[in-house]
């Protein structure tokens, strides 16, 4: 059985999930470029995603951040196998914002990292 990833180490990959892949995870992904600690990545669950979300990211993944409930239950559904060491955690950020809105960072800023490291 597959050791259960964990973020208490020197990196975090972090995947960040929206539908389509165009204004919030691509927010986030930009937003935490040069972090110290998280590595961003992001992906959308739509078949008209930018970037559709693959077995490549989920294994690439240590935590996945979807913003809905809807992108949790669509990897869930897609991806059962891939993801039983794999904590997904949902942002609730709705739909509402277009990329590096400053409402929207300002969400991600509040959320991310507490929820990581808490």
Same mark, same amino acid.
């Given at each position: 059985?597959?050791?259960?990833?964990? =973020? /208490?180490?020197?990196?975090?990959?972090?995947?960040? =999930?929206?539908?389509?892949?165009?204004?919030?995870?691509?927010?986030?992904?930009?937003?935490?470029?040069?972090?110290? =600690?998280?590595?961003?990545?992001?992906?959308?669950?739509?078949?008209?995603?930018?970037?559709?979300?693959?077995? =490549? /990211?989920?294994?690439?993944?240590?935590?996945?951040?979807?913003?809905? /409930?809807?992108?949790?239950?669509?990897?869930?559904?897609?991806?059962?196998?891939?993801?039983?060491?794999?904590?997904?955690?949902?942002?609730?950020?709705?739909?509402?914002?277009?990329?590096? /809105?400053?409402?929207?960072?300002?969400?991600?800023?509040?959320?991310?990292?507490?929820?990581?490291?808490?």
């Amino acid at each position: 059985m597959p050791e259960h990833k964990s =973020v /208490d180490r020197e990196h975090v990959n972090v995947l960040f =999930v929206c539908s389509r892949n165009q204004w919030r995870s691509p927010t986030a992904e930009r937003m935490f470029k040069g972090h110290p =600690v998280i590595i961003a990545r992001s992906a959308g669950t739509s078949l008209s995603a930018r970037h559709r979300i693959s077995h =490549v /990211d989920i294994d690439w993944a240590d935590v996945i951040l979807v913003m809905e /409930d809807k992108h949790r239950e669509r990897i869930v559904a897609d991806y059962a196998q891939l993801i039983e060491h794999t904590p997904i955690h949902v942002l609730d950020i709705p739909d509402d914002y277009k990329y590096m /809105d400053p409402e929207l960072i300002d969400m991600l800023e509040q959320t991310v990292e507490p929820m990581l490291f808490a």
